[in-house]
C-alpha cells in the first residue's frame, strides 16, 4: 500500500503557484498525495483557473479536498468548522505527514496533527511579524507561531531573518532555511520577442517606459504608492499583472494622478510581460521571499524593491522604504538611469 502524504494551504492558488514541483517530487519518492484547500476562494484565482486547477491535479491523481478555511484571522467559529473538518480528514486518510503553508490553515492543521499524532512540515513564506511590522501583527500571530511551532516537525523558513528568529526562540524539532521556491530559468530567461508582443496588445509605443509589477491587487502590495510616486513622470506606463480588490480604487488614483495604469488581470503568459518590460518594482510593505521577483531577475529585468525582509537577500541596489513616495521615485529614476547593467548583474 502506497504511503499518502497531504499538501494543504489556506487557497488553493497558493499550492497551483507553488507547491506542483513538491507534488511531483514526493509522487516520485512513491507517495500517493492529496491537496486540501479552500477551493472555492476566487481572491486570487478566477472560477475558471480553479477549476483546470482541479482537472490538473486530477490527471496527476492528486485527489482535490475542500476544507473552507478562511484568510479572516477573526472567523473564530469558522477556524473552528475547519479544525473539526482538518481532524476527522487526518483520522480517515492517517497520513504518513502533512505539509502545510500560509498562516491560518497551517495553525488550524497543526492543531488537527498534534489531536491526531501526524507528522507535519509547515514552510513559512514570510512571517506576518517581521523587522518593521505593525504592534498588532506581533500581538497576534508571533505568540500563535511560537506556541505551534512545539508541533512542528520541521519548520522551512525561506528568508534569513525569519530563519535567524525561528531558530532562536521557536520550539520545532527542526529548523531549516532554503532561499525560496525557485524560480524555472528554462522558461522565465530573456526573449527579446515578448517585447513587441505585448506592447501591441496594450497599444503601448515601443520607446516607452514599462514599469512592471505582479501580484495580487491588494493593500499590502502597495502599488498605489507608486501610482502616487511617478505622477508627472514622463514616458512611463504602469503595468500591474494580477487580479485583487484594488483593482478600481487604483485606476482611480492613476485617473487623479495623470497616470498610464494598466491592468490586464491574471495572465498564464507572465513571462511576456517581465520581457517586455523595462523596470520591475516590487513595492510591497511585508513579503517573504517574493516568487515575481526571482523570476523578473531570471528575465533579466532591473529591480526596485522596498527594504524588507526577503527582498534584501536578494536586491542590494534601488532599494526603497515602501512608504515612502520620494524615494520610491528615485529608486525608479535611478534603474532606468542604470537599467542595462543592473539588468545585467541580475542574470549572474
Not at 154 to 181: C, H, M, Q, W
Not at 212 to 227: A, D, F, Q, T
Not at 330 to 348: F, P, R, V, Y
Amino acid at each position: 500500500m502506497a504511503k499518502r502524504v497531504l499538501m494543504v494551504a489556506t487557497v488553493a492558488a497558493t499550492i497551483g503557484s507553488f507547491n506542483m514541483n513538491n507534488i511531483r517530487i514526493l509522487q516520485d519518492l512513491g507517495y500517493d498525495v492529496d491537496v486540501a484547500a479552500d477551493f472555492t476562494d476566487v481572491s486570487v484565482w478566477s472560477e475558471e483557473r480553479l477549476s483546470g486547477f482541479k482537472k490538473q491535479l486530477s490527471d496527476m491523481s492528486v485527489e482535490a479536498i475542500q476544507l473552507d478555511f478562511s484568510r479572516n484571522p477573526l472567523k473564530i467559529g469558522k477556524h473552528t468548522a475547519s479544525y473539526r473538518e482538518a481532524v476527522r480528514l487526518l483520522k480517515d486518510k492517517q497520513y504518513s505527514f502533512i505539509h502545510t503553508h500560509t498562516p491560518i490553515a497551517s495553525a488550524i492543521m497543526r492543531l488537527a496533527a498534534h489531536k491526531t499524532s501526524t507528522k507535519v512540515i509547515y514552510t513559512a513564506h514570510g512571517f506576518h511579524f517581521y523587522d518593521g511590522a505593525p504592534l498588532k501583527n506581533w500581538i497576534i500571530f508571533y505568540p500563535v507561531e511560537k506556541f505551534l511551532s512545539r508541533w512542528t516537525d520541521v519548520l522551512i523558513t525561506i528568508t534569513k531573518e525569519d530563519y535567524k528568529r525561528a531558530s532562536k526562540y521557536f520550539n520545532a524539532k527542526s529548523t531549516v532555511y532554503i532561499p525560496g521556491v525557485g524560480v524555472d530559468t528554462e522558461k522565465f530567461k530573456p526573449n527579446e520577442n515578448s517585447r513587441e508582443k505585448i506592447r501591441n496588445e496594450l497599444s503601448i509605443p515601443a520607446d516607452r517606459i514599462i514599469l512592471l509589477s505582479v501580484g495580487e491587487l491588494n493593500e499590502n502590495k502597495n502599488h498605489e504608492r507608486v501610482i502616487r510616486a511617478i505622477s508627472g513622470m514622463n514616458n512611463i506606463t504602469y503595468v500591474i499583472v494580477g487580479k485583487g480588490e484594488r483593482k478600481f480604487k487604483l485606476d482611480a488614483v492613476a485617473t487623479e494622478c495623470g497616470v498610464d495604469l494598466r491592468l490586464p488581470g491574471f495572465r498564464k503568459d507572465v513571462v511576456d510581460f517581465y520581457n517586455a518590460a523595462d523596470i520591475f518594482i516590487l513595492p510591497s510593505i511585508r513579503e517573504g521571499l517574493n516568487v515575481s521577483l526571482m523570476e523578473a531577475m531570471a528575465c533579466g529585468l532591473p529591480c526596485c524593491v522596498g527594504k524588507i525582509r526577503g527582498n534584501v537577500d536578494l536586491v542590494d541596489d534601488c532599494l526603497f522604504t515602501p512608504i515612502d513616495e520620494g524615494q520610491i521615485r528615485d529608486a525608479i529614476s535611478k534603474a532606468i538611469e542604470k537599467k542595462t547593467e543592473l539588468g545585467q548583474k541580475n542574470l549572474h
